[in-house]
């Protein structure tokens, strides 16, 4: 199984660590693309980290994932409370996907409380900051080992 993981992140996220740090903490994008292949080299993981502000180029991520990737980590952002078309997309895709949200959307707004993608993740982690990263990657790993024995 390939231990290629893409981390895919949904709009506005280009703008971490740059505001409303109340909620998303201080971290960029950068520092969280960082830790992530740090993390990936000690898990044995290659990561091809993305994010994007169209809907279109996600899905097309998710579209090269399913001839390559062993794992998907995705923070859709806002796309995860609208999109069928990214749930869609994750649905052709074999192995394992886990979903990351930042902040606790369950503590927020209640359109934030319900997830399109959900119906398609095999873990959701959710409140535990950029942190939560780390932890969708922990997890692809350990689903591939499992695999592997
Ligand atoms: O908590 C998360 O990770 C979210 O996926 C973030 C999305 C939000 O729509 C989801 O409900 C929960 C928003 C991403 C916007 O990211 C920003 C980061 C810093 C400053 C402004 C926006």
Redesign the pocket.
Known sequence: MSRLVFVLN????N??????PH??GHETLADVAAKCRALGAELGLEIRFHQSNREYEIIDWIHEAREIAGGIVI????F??TSVAILDALNTFDHPVIE????N?HK?EEF?HHSFVSGRADGVI?GFGTQGYLLGLRRVASLLDEKKA
């Open positions: 949904g709009p506005n996220l703008l971490l660590g740059k505001r409303q909620i998303y923070n859709p952002a806002a995860t409370h990351v949200h930042i902040s959307v927020r934030r959710a």
